[in-house]
């Protein structure tokens, strides 16, 4: 017999009988936790936007009567996990997490189908269902039906729609901001907890002076030869038969892709990544197993009087800051085609030369210019991978930073 606890004391119960008390309350338990949502969880705020999206037809479907939305009617629902059924879906709303959301002909069941915007119709292939919840992942197929929103022209990454770093490649950037003041609308309506007449009005979101190669930092990675995450693997070590993908992970699995080039990474970051592409594929008896790579980028200032290295302020604007002169950097071996060093950019403005070159070495320091500060930092530490919205971003902060009417010289 065991001894269970129960109400300040102990009773007695056969060895090996679940404790039925136990097993309710965690049922219990779990049953309220679908209704308490938790900011923090990515599953969580993709659920609040689901259940959103289903109350709002819902309530169509009741003062409408209407049986689906239009364009729904050959929608079959499909919930087998062999990714090979598809279904054919009208996205109604983008996600707080960027993906498209379209309805089941019920209109009681979502897809959610990445790489799609509001208006477009769409092949999706699910391959994750919820069904507790009402939803189900699918991987994009194709478009049968672009929204008007819908411009693929705009799309300058060959890798976009599988790659998982990019969504929105497809739209203008006023909606791509109109989406972001929409995230934080919503943070705000499902989890601040404040009734609707406290909720702050949103301001519009400022945009970035570069929507491509403003990035400063990637992290590219690579998988492990195969098995050497078995037990055997890892004791004796299992060598590398061919150059592995050396990349981003594949949209809805853990796949990785091979990316040679990344458009929205910064000139010296995309030459970085060149140059470690090449480097671990001729180091690749070095690797046991997978790794991530670092690519940051840093800057230097040099004042043309050659005095001094100058962290001054340039007044060009940010497609002029990033007017590169031709590559000036390191020559190349001819044995293997693998530069000796990561190639050095070098942009002459009106009172200094800028060089911009990309760490590779996690704990080496990187500098960033903001206006006139300059700032170090561990190269494999945070810090804003976006710098040409530093200058707005600060100046936003610091006349916002002190309440109206107040001079940053006042005491009080």
Known sequence: MARTKWRGGFRDRPIGVPNQEKRKKVKKDNATSKNVLNADSNDDVLLADVRALIASYAEEAASSHAASPEGQKEIDLHLSDDRKSQVKVKIEAISSSGDGLGLSPELDHVYVIPFTTIGDVVHGRPYSHKKEHNYSHADFLEVVEPSSKRDDTRIECPYFAKCSGCQF?????????????SII????????????????????????PLQYGYRTKLTPHFDGPPGSNSKKGRREGIAFAEVPNIG???????????????????????KGMKYERSRVANELAKYKRGATLLLRESTKRTSKDLTIQQPGTSNDPPEEQNKSLPIRGPPTSDSDHHPSEVPIIRTEHQSYTEEKTCITDSNATSTEYIDAFKLSNKAGAFFQNNNSILPIFTAYIRSHALPSGSSPNSKT
């Open 169 to 181: 490649q497809m739209l203008s950037y006023e909606d791509q901001l109109i989406h972001k003041k």
């Open 185 to 208: 609308e919503r943070a705000y309506r499902n989890f601040s907890t404040l009734i609707p007449e406290y909720i702050p009005e949103v301001g519009e979101t400022i945009g970035s």
């Open 248 to 270: 981003f992970m594949q949209k809805g699995t853990k796949k990785t892709i091979d990316i040679e080039d990344c458009p929205i990474g910064t000139d010296a970051v995309r």
